[in-house]
């Protein structure tokens, strides 16, 4: 990462995971699994459903609903998210290919 000065304080460049440059675990995870909730988010609005019925359409509690709308996914699997998603009328698909790299990533891209 590119570190520079700027008014005193030091600032780095973005690797595009927040997760990784925060150095936290799973780091590739916790950043699908938040563009999943975000998504969600977005699709609740969309539709202008109230928790309550964002919860019974998604198949959840709907303090789980509150819980995704404030940003705590953490309790939530990668795969019940997508679920939730396609209750939700979003088709997701997964695209597989090889890496330049080693060691390859995990990487969500939304339409």
Known sequence: MKKQI??????ME??????AD?????ADK?????????EINRAI????LTQ???AKRMGISQPKVSALMRGEFSNVSERKLMDCLNRLGYDI???VKP???????LMLAMA
Request: hydrophobic share 40%; glycine share 6%.
């Open 93 to 95: 698909e997964i695209k």
């Open 45 to 48: 609005r969309r539709l202008q």
């Open 30 to 38: 916790l950043k699908i699994k938040s563009g999943l909730a975000i």
């Open 99 to 105: 890496t330049a790299a080693a060691t390859g990533h």
């Open 6 to 11: 700027v008014e005193d304080l030091e600032v």
């Open 52 to 54: 309550s019925e964002a």
């Open 22 to 26: 925060l150095e936290l675990p799973d």
């Open 14 to 19: 973005s690797s595009g995971n927040v997760f």
